[in-house]
């Protein structure tokens, strides 16, 4: 496998499961994510230089295709009313397809901080298929200093990769799109959707105190709160020629 820029090379692509990779882009720069995105024809670059890329059917989240891990701790805390459950066997099921579905795929990994406040941030890693996903999400969440990086050891995982398709009779969801939480592993499984905004709300939703895995779920309502205000300066409401883009990343 190849490997490329910076990470903790004792605690790899190997530790979350992902094995027979083509490669992984450690960490890279909107640089060399431009160049990675452009090459494999992700996005086009606008008049004024920003990367655009299109979301095809999704220009916005899919509520009705999350799912959150139904256990003892979820199963009292959670609103059940206003939220869909997937069992752990569901998950470890999706969970095993991700895995396989990656095999031979070259992933662009991120190793970022969800939230500002040093007692209530999460150590987040995000896997994605995309350059300009990773773009994205290191655009969104705070980047630790390169020193930090060699000994990182994520907290939370995302792993998000578009070109995969759910199984709703296999994996008990609604459609071939999902995104499923497991508040208990740290690991959220986002497919079928080309819009990166499910990432940031993810990482927001498990950012809670350190050591308080119960009260993780609390953070729904944070996340909720900041969400627009986060994704606000990122979309300047105007269509484009190439479809209404995700966002806009200036070099």
Request: aromatic letters at 10%.
């Amino acid at each position: 496998m190849q490997e490329t820029g910076v990470h903790n090379g004792a605690f790899g692509a190997d530790k979350f499961g992902l094995r027979k990779l083509k490669g992984v882009n450690w960490n890279l720069g909107a640089p060399q994510l431009y160049q990675h995105s452009l090459a494999a024809g992700e996005a086009v670059l606008s008049a004024d230089g920003a990367l655009c890329a299109d979301t095809g059917v999704f220009t916005g989240r899919s509520p009705k295709d999350k799912f959150t891990v139904r256990d003892a701790t979820t199963d009292k805390k959670m609103w059940w009313a206003g939220n869909q459950s997937i069992t752990a066997e569901q998950f470890e099921t999706l969970y095993q397809d991700f895995l396989g579905h990656a095999e031979g795929k070259s992933l662009f990994a991120q190793d970022l901080y969800g939230g500002a406040d040093p007692s209530f941030r999460i150590k987040t890693r995000v896997f994605t298929e995309l350059a300009w996903h990773s773009l994205f999400i290191r655009t969104l969440l705070i980047r630790p200093g390169a020193s930090e990086l060699a000994a990182f050891v994520p907290e939370l995982t995302i792993i998000d990769m578009p070109s995969f398709r759910a199984d709703p009779k296999r994996h008990g969801c609604k459609s071939e799109n999902v995104v499923a939480i497991d508040f208990a592993r740290k690991i959220v499984l986002i497919g079928g959707s080309y819009y990166a905004g499910e990432m940031v709300h993810d990482a927001e939703l498990l950012s809670a105190r350190k050591g308080r895995d119960a009260d993780a779920l609390l953070g729904q309502c944070r996340a909720r709160r900041r969400q627009r205000d986060l994704l606000r300066p990122l979309w300047n409401g105007k269509d484009h020629a190439f479809g209404r883009p995700e966002a806009h990343f200036d070099r």
